[in-house]
């Protein structure tokens, strides 16, 4: 009997130790929904200082050209790490993607162009050696 006890206590670590050591984190820049709002944004009647508010985030970016215009960057994405930590050595995978809509902006504060790209959509992975 004292053997199934001592068998049952070693069991009991070596699950408690697998399970402790499962990461699974999350970062997020902004709401993938900027470029479902950039669709409002309509070029030669939408200005510059109305753009925080129609896309819900202020500019992660703003590059000054030449010629006086702008170009206004509203980046987006998602980062999942998902892993395994076994005391002394730890193996984890991390899937991101991220994009940004970029607004020209002209000298007078009237938006020329707005780009989209959609992001991806990421799933969680349980294994951190996969594809």
Do not use: H
């Amino acid at each position: 009997m004292k053997q199934w006890k001592v068998f049952g206590v070693a069991l009991l670590g070596v699950v408690l130790a697998f399970a402790n050591g499962c990461i699974w984190t999350r970062a997020k820049v902004n709401d993938a929904a900027v470029c479902e709002r950039a669709k409002a944004i309509v070029p030669g009647k939408t200005r510059a200082e109305q753009l925080p508010t129609v896309l819900g985030v202020v500019p992660s970016a703003v590059i000054p050209l030449k010629d006086g215009r702008q170009v206004l960057v509203f980046a987006y994405g998602d980062a999942k790490t998902e892993g395994v930590s076994l005391i002394v050595v730890t193996f984890t995978k991390t899937n991101s993607a991220f994009s940004a809509v970029y607004v020209l902006v002209n000298a007078q504060g009237v938006v020329e162009r707005v780009q989209t790209a959609p992001q991806q959509e990421l799933a969680w992975e349980t294994w951190p050696f996969g594809a």
